[in-house]
């Protein structure tokens, strides 16, 4: 019995230190990944808000493809430094975890394109809380404040494109809805990426420098 019970006791210990482990890791190396997608998410998001604004050709809106193609490249020209310490199991499980997401985007990406921008509303909500699922997840899973914070952050967040999309539609009733009104969504979809990753990517870097 004793000795079960110290098996028990090692395996809880063991899964104490992998998910330490782990999260010490992604503490000291995500806050460039969250940095790099979160300033491209945005600047994209600012680009598209910009062209909306001053009347561009529809065709300009697939410039949201270039979040994926510049995040991909800013990813590879600034590597992450390689970690001497070996690969856990809940690194894995956190791995899956991103990949899934990062598929459910596709689909996401593609029932708006064919489907037209009637659907914009709910592909920035989809978009926020996928991504906030995962971050929430990832915290969770490694007992992270600042991803789980994060993460609840963007869930909360993207009830607001709901919210204004209903505002707009009482507002239709009586006033006519023009192009400023419409794009306001984007500045929605903007700032809950600052808050979900610009910001959790400063805080990370910030505790990583002071921690050396």
């Excluded at 990944?33 to 945005?42: Q, R």
């Excluded at 493809?65 to 020209?77: D, E, S, Y």
């Excluded at 607001?160 to 969504?185: C, H, K, P, V, W």
Aim: glycine share 6%; hydrophobic share 45%; aromatic share 12%.
């Amino acid at each position: 019995m004793d000795e079960k019970q110290l098996d028990a006791q090692q395996s809880l210990e063991l899964i104490t230190r992998m998910i330490r482990s782990t999260r010490q890791r992604l503490e000291r190396h995500s806050g460039r990944p969250f940095l790099i997608w979160g300033y491209t998410t945005v600047a994209v998001s600012l680009l598209n808000y910009a062209l909306n604004i001053a009347g561009a050709d529809p065709a300009w809106s697939l410039t949201w493809f270039l979040i994926p193609v510049i995040g991909c490249l800013l990813m590879r020209l600034f590597p992450e430094k390689k970690s001497s310490e070996p690969r856990t199991e809940i690194d894995r499980i956190i791995h899956s975890l991103w990949r899934v997401c990062s598929l459910t985007l596709i689909p996401i990406f593609l029932f708006s394109f064919l489907h037209g921008w009637s659907y914009r509303p709910s592909l920035f909500a989809l978009i926020t809380l996928t991504m906030s699922v995962g971050t929430a997840s990832t915290g969770l899973i490694v007992r992270s404040k600042v991803y789980t914070a994060a993460g609840f952050f963007g869930m909360a967040g993207s009830v607001l494109f709901a919210l204004y999309d209903f505002r707009l539609g009482q507002l239709a009733r009586t006033t006519e809805i023009d192009t400023t009104m419409m794009s306001n969504e984007i500045l929605i979809f903007a700032l809950l990426f600052v808050g979900m990753m610009v910001v959790p990517g400063h805080i990370i870097n910030y505790r990583t420098r002071h921690e050396k």
